[in-house]
C-alpha cells in the first residue's frame, strides 16, 4: 500500500511538472512562409489572437494583457513580411526563417511597446531584408524593448534606413548567438525613441557575436540620452565616412568581451561618448585609416544636445590597442582641419588602470590630445610615433624579429619617442614596438610574395631619422625569426641623419642648397653625401629626397 501511495506521489508531481511544458505547447503560433504564401495556424483554445493573411504578407493582432505567447517563423519569401500588434509582452522564435520584403515596409514590424523575447533557434541560420521603399525605421523593427537570446544566427540587411532598431533598448543576452549586420543605410543597430532624458534607452551586450559592416551610418548607436554597455561577446564592426562603431548619446562602458573596430571612413571614429567613456576591462583593438578619424573620442556638445559639457574619458582596466594611420580631414563646409588621432579627450582624461597601447603611423597621424585635466594614478598608456606609413592590405606573409640598436658604441635602454623601421627599397614593411621597460623591440615585418627582398632599417628620434646597420644582413622569410629577447638582433645606429647632405649634424637649407645643385648639374660648395641625401631608400638621390629633405625643414 505504501509503495502504491508513494508512486501516486511521484506521478502527481510528474504530472505537475510536464503540465506547463503542455501549455507552452499550446501557447505558441506557428508562421511559416512558403514562397509566395504564408501559413497562420493559432491553437484553437487562444481566442484573443487573430491573423489576416494576404499571399506572404501576415498581419496579428493580439488582444491579451495576461499571457505571453509565442511567435514561431520558419521557412522562406522573397517579398513577405509580419506586423505584430498587442499590449502585452511576447516572444519571437526565428527559426529557420529567409524573409525579404520587396513591396515597402519592414520584413518584421512588432508594433508592440512591451518587452519582446527574440530567440534565435539553435542551430538555425535566419536572414532579413527590408525594402528600399516606404517609412520603416528598420528591416526588423520593435516599438519596445528586444532581447535577444539563443544560439542560432541572425543576419540583417537595412536598404531604406537602419537593420535593427528598438524604439526602447535593446538587450543582447549571454546565450546569444551570432548577430550580421549585412549593410545598412543608416546604423546597424539602433535604440532610442526620440524623448529626451529618457532612461530606457541603452544598449546592453552580455554575450554573442556581432558583426557589422556596409552601413552607411554608425554601427551601434543608443540615442536621446542612450548608453552602450559591452559586457561580454565579440563585436567586429567597420565604419564609413561621418560615422561611429560604438556610440552612446551620454555614457559608453566597456567592462568585458572582445572588440575589433576598423575606422575606415573619413571623419570618423570607433568609440564615442557624449558624457563619458569607461574601459573597465575586456579586448579592444581599433584600427584608424580614415582621414581625420579618432580611435577613441570623448566629445563635448554644448549646442543642441541632449548631454551638456561632457566629454570625459576614464580607464580602469582593459587592454586597448590602437593603430592609426590617417591623414589631415578638412571639412567643405567650415574650412577646419582635424587629424587622425588615437585619443582625443574633449574634457579630462582619468586613468587608474587598464592598459592602453597607441602607434601612429605616418607624417600626419597623431597619437593623443586632452585638453582637459591629465590624472594617471595607474595602469600604462603607451604611445609610438613611427614617421613612415606601412600598407599591409596585398601583404599574405609575415616574418618577426627582435631589435636592439646601438648608438655611438651604447646599446639603448630607453626609448622613448623612438622607433625603428624595416624596409625593402622605399617601402616600410614594418615597424617595432618597444614593451614598457623593455630594451628590445618587436617587429612584424610584412610581404605580399615570399621572395628573399633585402631588408633595411632606420631609427626615428623624435623627427629626425638615421640609417641603421645589422650585425649581418637580414632578408624577408615568411613565418621566420631573427633575434630573440634575450639575443636581439643588434642594429648600428649612424651620426649623421638621412637628409643632412653635407654631413654636418644638421639637416637644414644648406643641404636643400647643395642638392638641388647636385640634380640641376650645377657647381656647388660643401660636401655631398649620397647615402644621406637618399632620403626614401631607393638607392638614389632623386627630387622626391629633396622634397622630403624641405618637408623636415618646414615641418609641413
Same mark, same amino acid.
Given at each position: 500500500?505504501?509503495?502504491?501511495?508513494?508512486?501516486?506521489?511521484?506521478?502527481?508531481?510528474?504530472?505537475?511538472?510536464?503540465?506547463?511544458?503542455?501549455?507552452?505547447?499550446?501557447?505558441?503560433?506557428?508562421?511559416?512562409?512558403?514562397?509566395?504564401?504564408?501559413?497562420?495556424?493559432?491553437?484553437?483554445?487562444?481566442?484573443?489572437?487573430?491573423?489576416?493573411?494576404?499571399?506572404?504578407?501576415?498581419?496579428?493582432?493580439?488582444?491579451?494583457?495576461?499571457?505571453?505567447?509565442?511567435?514561431?517563423?520558419?521557412?522562406?519569401?522573397?517579398?513577405?513580411?509580419?506586423?505584430?500588434?498587442?499590449?502585452?509582452?511576447?516572444?519571437?522564435?526565428?527559426?529557420?526563417?529567409?524573409?525579404?520584403?520587396?513591396?515597402?515596409?519592414?520584413?518584421?514590424?512588432?508594433?508592440?511597446?512591451?518587452?519582446?523575447?527574440?530567440?534565435?533557434?539553435?542551430?538555425?541560420?535566419?536572414?532579413?531584408?527590408?525594402?528600399?521603399?516606404?517609412?520603416?525605421?528598420?528591416?526588423?523593427?520593435?516599438?519596445?524593448?528586444?532581447?535577444?537570446?539563443?544560439?542560432?544566427?541572425?543576419?540583417?540587411?537595412?536598404?531604406?534606413?537602419?537593420?535593427?532598431?528598438?524604439?526602447?533598448?535593446?538587450?543582447?543576452?549571454?546565450?546569444?548567438?551570432?548577430?550580421?549586420?549585412?549593410?545598412?543605410?543608416?546604423?546597424?543597430?539602433?535604440?532610442?525613441?526620440?524623448?529626451?532624458?529618457?532612461?530606457?534607452?541603452?544598449?546592453?551586450?552580455?554575450?554573442?557575436? =556581432?558583426?557589422?559592416?556596409?552601413?552607411?551610418?554608425?554601427?551601434?548607436?543608443?540615442?536621446?540620452?542612450?548608453?552602450?554597455?559591452?559586457?561580454?561577446?565579440?563585436?567586429?564592426?567597420?565604419?564609413?565616412?561621418?560615422?561611429?562603431?560604438?556610440?552612446?548619446?551620454?555614457?559608453?562602458?566597456?567592462?568585458?568581451?572582445?572588440?575589433?573596430?576598423?575606422?575606415?571612413?573619413?571623419?570618423?571614429?570607433?568609440?564615442?561618448?557624449?558624457?563619458?567613456?569607461?574601459?573597465?576591462?575586456?579586448?579592444?583593438?581599433?584600427?584608424?585609416?580614415?582621414?581625420?578619424?579618432?580611435?577613441?573620442?570623448?566629445?563635448?556638445?554644448?549646442?543642441?544636445?541632449?548631454?551638456?559639457?561632457?566629454?570625459?574619458?576614464?580607464?580602469?582596466?582593459?587592454?586597448?590597442?590602437?593603430?592609426?594611420?590617417?591623414?589631415?580631414?578638412?571639412?567643405?563646409?567650415?574650412?577646419?582641419?582635424?587629424?587622425?588621432?588615437?585619443?582625443?579627450?574633449?574634457?579630462?582624461?582619468?586613468?587608474?588602470?587598464?592598459?592602453?597601447?597607441?602607434?601612429?603611423?605616418?607624417?600626419?597621424?597623431?597619437?593623443?590630445?586632452?585638453?582637459?585635466?591629465?590624472?594617471?594614478?595607474?595602469?600604462?598608456?603607451?604611445?609610438?610615433?613611427?614617421?613612415?606609413?606601412?600598407?599591409?592590405?596585398?601583404?599574405?606573409?609575415?616574418?618577426?624579429?627582435?631589435?636592439?640598436?646601438?648608438?655611438?658604441?651604447?646599446?639603448?635602454?630607453?626609448?622613448?619617442?623612438?622607433?625603428?623601421?624595416?624596409?625593402?627599397?622605399?617601402?616600410?614593411?614594418?615597424?617595432?614596438?618597444?614593451?614598457?621597460?623593455?630594451?628590445?623591440?618587436?617587429?612584424?615585418?610584412?610581404?605580399?610574395?615570399?621572395?628573399?627582398?633585402?631588408?633595411?632599417?632606420?631609427?626615428?628620434?623624435?623627427?629626425?631619422?638615421?640609417?641603421?646597420?645589422?650585425?649581418?644582413? =637580414?632578408?624577408?622569410?615568411?613565418?621566420?625569426?631573427?633575434?630573440?629577447?634575450?639575443?636581439?638582433?643588434?642594429?648600428?645606429?649612424?651620426?649623421?641623419?638621412?637628409?643632412?647632405?653635407?654631413?654636418?649634424?644638421?639637416?637644414?637649407?644648406?643641404?636643400?642648397?647643395?642638392?638641388?645643385?647636385?640634380?640641376?648639374?650645377?657647381?656647388?660648395?660643401?660636401?655631398?653625401?649620397?647615402?644621406?641625401?637618399?632620403?626614401?631608400?631607393?638607392?638614389?638621390?632623386?627630387?622626391?629626397?629633396?622634397?622630403?629633405?624641405?618637408?623636415?625643414?618646414?615641418?609641413?
Amino acid at each position: 500500500m505504501r509503495s502504491m501511495i508513494r508512486l501516486a506521489k511521484l506521478l502527481t508531481a510528474a504530472t505537475a511538472l510536464l503540465a506547463p511544458v503542455a501549455m507552452s505547447a499550446q501557447q505558441t503560433i506557428d508562421i511559416v512562409y512558403a514562397g509566395t504564401k504564408a501559413t497562420v495556424s493559432i491553437p484553437a483554445g487562444i481566442t484573443d489572437v487573430t491573423a489576416t493573411v494576404e499571399g506572404a504578407n501576415v498581419s496579428i493582432t493580439s488582444t491579451t494583457t495576461t499571457t505571453e505567447y509565442t511567435y514561431r517563423l520558419s521557412g522562406s519569401a522573397d517579398d513577405g513580411s509580419l506586423t505584430l500588434y498587442g499590449d502585452y509582452k511576447l516572444t519571437l522564435q526565428l527559426a529557420g526563417l529567409s524573409l525579404t520584403n520587396a513591396h515597402g515596409g519592414a520584413a518584421i514590424d512588432v508594433e508592440c511597446g512591451k518587452r519582446i523575447a527574440v530567440e534565435l533557434v539553435n542551430g538555425t541560420r535566419n536572414t532579413l531584408a527590408d525594402s528600399p521603399q516606404g517609412s520603416q525605421k528598420a528591416a526588423l523593427y520593435f516599438k519596445g524593448h528586444a532581447e535577444f537570446e539563443d544560439h542560432g544566427t541572425l543576419s540583417v540587411t537595412g536598404r531604406l534606413k537602419h537593420a535593427v532598431c528598438a524604439k526602447e533598448y535593446m538587450e543582447l543576452k549571454a546565450s546569444t548567438g551570432t548577430i550580421n549586420v549585412l549593410g545598412a543605410v543608416s546604423d546597424g543597430l539602433h535604440c532610442g525613441k526620440g524623448k529626451v532624458n529618457n532612461e530606457h534607452n541603452y544598449f546592453l551586450m552580455k554575450g554573442g557575436n =556581432v558583426n557589422i559592416m556596409g552601413v552607411g551610418g554608425d554601427g551601434i548607436d543608443a540615442d536621446d540620452y542612450g548608453t552602450v554597455t559591452i559586457e561580454g561577446g565579440t563585436v567586429s564592426v567597420n565604419t564609413g565616412d561621418a560615422a561611429t562603431a560604438l556610440k552612446a548619446d551620454s555614457l559608453l562602458s566597456i567592462s568585458g568581451g572582445r572588440i575589433n573596430i576598423a575606422v575606415m571612413g573619413n571623419d570618423s571614429e570607433g568609440l564615442r561618448s557624449r558624457y563619458r567613456t569607461t574601459i573597465s576591462g575586456g579586448q579592444i583593438d581599433i584600427a584608424v585609416s580614415g582621414n581625420g578619424s579618432k580611435a577613441i573620442k570623448g566629445k563635448r556638445f554644448t549646442e543642441g544636445s541632449t548631454v551638456l559639457d561632457g566629454g570625459f574619458v576614464n580607464i580602469t582596466g582593459g587592454v586597448t590597442t590602437i593603430s592609426v594611420s590617417g591623414a589631415d580631414y578638412t571639412d567643405q563646409a567650415t574650412g577646419d582641419v582635424s587629424h587622425a588621432m588615437g585619443l582625443s579627450v574633449d574634457a579630462d582624461y582619468r586613468q587608474e588602470g587598464g592598459t592602453i597601447s597607441i602607434t601612429a603611423l605616418g607624417p600626419k597621424a597623431r597619437t593623443t590630445s586632452i585638453k582637459g585635466a591629465d590624472v594617471r594614478s595607474g595602469g600604462t598608456l603607451t604611445t609610438t610615433a613611427v614617421p613612415w606609413t606601412i600598407n599591409t592590405t596585398d601583404c599574405l606573409y609575415d616574418m618577426s624579429a627582435f631589435v636592439a640598436v646601438n648608438r655611438q658604441g651604447s646599446r639603448l635602454t630607453d626609448y622613448s619617442g623612438c622607433t625603428v623601421g624595416a624596409f625593402a627599397g622605399s617601402a616600410c614593411v614594418g615597424y617595432a614596438v618597444f614593451p614598457q621597460g623593455a630594451d628590445y623591440g618587436i617587429m612584424r615585418i610584412y610581404s605580399s610574395t615570399t621572395d628573399a627582398k633585402p631588408l633595411t632599417f632606420r631609427f626615428a628620434d623624435n623627427g629626425a631619422e638615421y640609417k641603421l646597420t645589422p650585425a649581418s644582413a =637580414v632578408s624577408f622569410a615568411p613565418l621566420s625569426a631573427v633575434g630573440t629577447p634575450e639575443s636581439p638582433l643588434v642594429l648600428a645606429c649612424g651620426v649623421y641623419q638621412l637628409g643632412d647632405v653635407n654631413r654636418d649634424k644638421s639637416v637644414d637649407q644648406l643641404d636643400v642648397e647643395i642638392l638641388a645643385c647636385k640634380l640641376a648639374g650645377k657647381p656647388h660648395t660643401g660636401t655631398f653625401n649620397s647615402n644621406y641625401a637618399d632620403v626614401d631608400g631607393d638607392g638614389k638621390a632623386t627630387v622626391a629626397d629633396l622634397a622630403q629633405i624641405i618637408e623636415m625643414i618646414t615641418g609641413k
